[in-house]
């Protein structure tokens, strides 16, 4: 049976809104971690088949396939072909899906996996403010009325309605924001992710923890919506920020002298309640696992995306897992939520993770718009 292995696996820093990668030009942002990759794995890189980039608001500055601009911009081969793809939040987990599933096809033999988003040049919806502008009845057309109703469709309506279904107060909130804080600062203060990060300029570590924030502090903010639960506090954070990976065949690790760091157990998509939009990871886990027949006692390390604090307490929940074993160096509440960039940043983590504690299987999933879901379980080798 073909495998699929990670070989190299690295990120920027997660900057804050208008921090330390503000400014920086997205192609620029995304060639910088693919020059990287190339270096760090001693590839070459005209052997690549393809590079598969996700990114969430392909407009302006991410327009006009940002993955391929990315690849000439970092001065490698023309050769190489790139492609850029929207799986909304999960674009760049589906960019390593889609590689995988080239390499386990026999069709291809090294690709890479990336992803990008300058949420602070490119700001989230301007796609969607552009069509609205023109009078354009976007995203959802007439069928969709017929089957949904006007009803509002938002994460932040999906982030309350989930609080509802299970029964989640703001303290309950608040509580996990603030560990997700104090976990973050804890692994930047350790130096877990100096390896997979890769500086750019004068910005080395993440810019989104506030280890000095506290319960009062959060108490105190607004809520997103009137009589709501959700804050600013308890959302992931606005950010920019890229990562890559490079997925090879065993004949790739072969021919080019490679180490293989992981291979991919298995990889699961699953479509969910639109309305509610970001619960697909409940059902997207248990399909991973039972295909797998693994459990969810096995997994050593899982990363699930904080895009809003009620997401991984209602996982989990559901799927009874570890908290400890769960975002074990804190998530997008703290560290920063690049849209189409993390997925590769948090399989990143997940690798580096499981390397550096010893441990054996890990998980990754995340939220997804239209109520998707990806799954990812890796194997350390």
């Known amino acids: ?136 009845p976007f995203p959802f057309g007439d069928k969709w009325v017929e089957r949904y109703g006007t009803q509002e469709i938002s994460q932040f309506r999906g982030a309350e309605l989930m609080c509802e279904k299970w029964g989640l107060t703001r303290e309950d909130l608040e509580v996990y924001a603030y560990e997700s804080h104090q976990r973050a600062a804890k692994a930047i203060a350790g130096g877990h992710f100096r390896e997979q990060i890769v500086p750019v300029g004068d910005v080395t570590d993440d810019e989104g923890p506030r280890p000095d924030t506290t319960l009062e502090k959060m108490a105190g903010l607004k809520t997103l919506r009137e009589g709501g639960r959700i804050t600013a506090a308890t959302s992931s954070q606005i950010s920019d920020g890229s990562g890559a990976l490079l997925i090879a065949s065993e004949r790739a690790v072969r021919e080019h002298g490679l180490v293989p760091r992981a291979r991919i157990v298995t990889l699961a998509l699953v479509g969910d309640d639109p309305v509610y939009m970001l619960t697909a990871p409940i059902p997207a886990t248990r399909k991973a696992l039972d295909r797998t027949g693994l459990s969810i006692g096995d997994m050593d390390v899982i990363e699930i995306n904080e895009a809003f604090a009620p997401v991984p307490l209602a996982w989990l929940k559901e799927i009874d897992a570890d908290p400890a074993r769960t975002n074990p160096n804190g998530g997008a509440i703290a560290l920063g939520h690049p849209l189409g960039g993390t997925g590769a940043i948090l399989m990143t983590k997940l690798l580096h993770e499981l390397e550096r504690t010893g441990g054996r299987y890990g998980l990754q999933t995340m939220c997804e718009g239209g109520g998707q879901a990806n799954v990812t379980i890796i194997e350390r080798l």
């Open 1 to 136: 049976m073909a495998e699929a292995y990670i070989v190299g696996a690295v990120r920027t820093p997660v900057g804050r809104k208008k921090g330390g990668l503000s400014t920086v030009h997205p192609v620029d942002l995304a060639a910088h971690t693919l020059s990287a990759l190339v270096e760090r794995t001693g590839i070459d890189p005209a052997a690549v088949d393809d590079v598969i980039m996700g990114c969430v608001m392909q407009f302006g500055p991410q327009s006009m396939d940002i993955a391929r601009n990315a690849w000439l911009s970092a001065g490698l081969p023309e050769t190489v072909a790139g492609v850029t793809i929207d799986r909304q939040c999960g674009s760049s987990q589906q960019a390593v899906h889609f590689a995988a599933q080239g390499v386990l096809s026999g069709t291809q033999d090294l690709v890479v996996a990336a992803g990008v988003e300058s949420m602070s040049i490119v700001p989230m919806g301007s796609s969607i403010t552009a069509a609205l502008e023109k009078g354009m």
